[in-house]
């Protein structure tokens, strides 16, 4: 019963350096998506994908990058992290068009 | 586009008073509806969802909500507050495009429970 699964949960960043966050979900659900959460703002989407290759921008999409691989995995890439970026981020999928959203546990990154 | 707002950053309720957590969207169309709630070391959970049909929802927990087109609000209600519910809350909603749906977040309410 893994459902949504994120790696890593915790990183730490230098400004400048890139990362990429992993998820994958096993659910053989169509639609996941990337948000990240901050004090006070809820949760902002990033990004969000319907299918394989397919990707579409979010509320906040500047400073990201994403990759749909295949059905199950759903990328998120920061080029140049910035102290900005710092924020827990969360992977979703969903099984419906529009459907529930079932969360990983969520990734905190912390860009010095 | 769809917005949501929760004005009500932070709210406290007695144990056994009645909530009600407010929530207003901002989307052209029919819009998906829904409620979260975020326990502290539990993640996000679906309390429940507004698609079409009957305006008063049933979800999990015992809460409730209410779509009400000509306010474009979906609150969120509940009888009687156990201890248990303290959580953050968050409405969002729904746009269905051709291929996949935009769900965007509300900021989120604070809930705390006086015992």
């Known amino acids: 019963n893994a459902g949504v699964t994120q790696t890593p949960k915790f990183q730490v960043l230098k400004t400048g350096q890139s990362m990429t966050l992993q998820c994958a979900q096993d659910?053989?659900?169509?639609?996941m998506y990337w948000y990240r959460q901050d004090p006070g703002m809820g949760l902002r989407l990033i990004y969000y994908?319907?299918?394989?290759?397919?990707?579409d921008k979010g509320e906040v999409p500047n400073g990201y990058n994403v990759s749909r691989l295949n059905k199950r995995e759903f990328s998120l890439r920061l080029e140049s992290a910035a102290p900005s970026q710092t924020s827990v981020y969360f992977c979703?999928?969903?099984?419906?068009?529009?459907?529930?959203?079932?969360f990983g546990e969520g990734s905190r990154l912390t860009v010095l | 586009a769809q917005s949501v707002t929760q004005p009500d950053i932070h709210i406290t309720v007695s144990e056994g008073a009645s909530l009600e957590l407010r929530c207003n969207y901002s989307?052209?169309?029919?819009?998906?509806l829904f409620w979260y709630v975020q326990s502290p070391g539990q993640g996000l959970q679906l309390l429940l969802k507004?698609?079409?049909?009957?305006?008063l929802v049933q979800g999990i927990k015992g809460f409730e909500a209410e779509f009400k087109r000509s306010q474009s609000s979906f609150n969120l209600r509940k009888p009687s507050v156990h201890w248990s519910d303290a959580a953050e809350y968050f409405c969002?909603?729904?746009?269905?495009?051709?291929?996949?749906?935009?769900?965007?977040f509300g900021s989120g309410t604070r809930l705390s429970i006086r015992p």
């Open positions: 969002a909603v729904g746009a269905k495009y051709s291929s996949a749906s935009k769900i965007i």
């Open positions: 989307y052209g169309a029919t819009p998906y």
């Open positions: 659910m053989n659900h169509n639609s």
């Open positions: 994908s319907a299918s394989e290759g397919t990707t």
């Open positions: 979703a999928s969903s099984e419906n068009n529009p459907g529930e959203l079932f």
């Open positions: 507004y698609f079409s049909g009957d305006t």
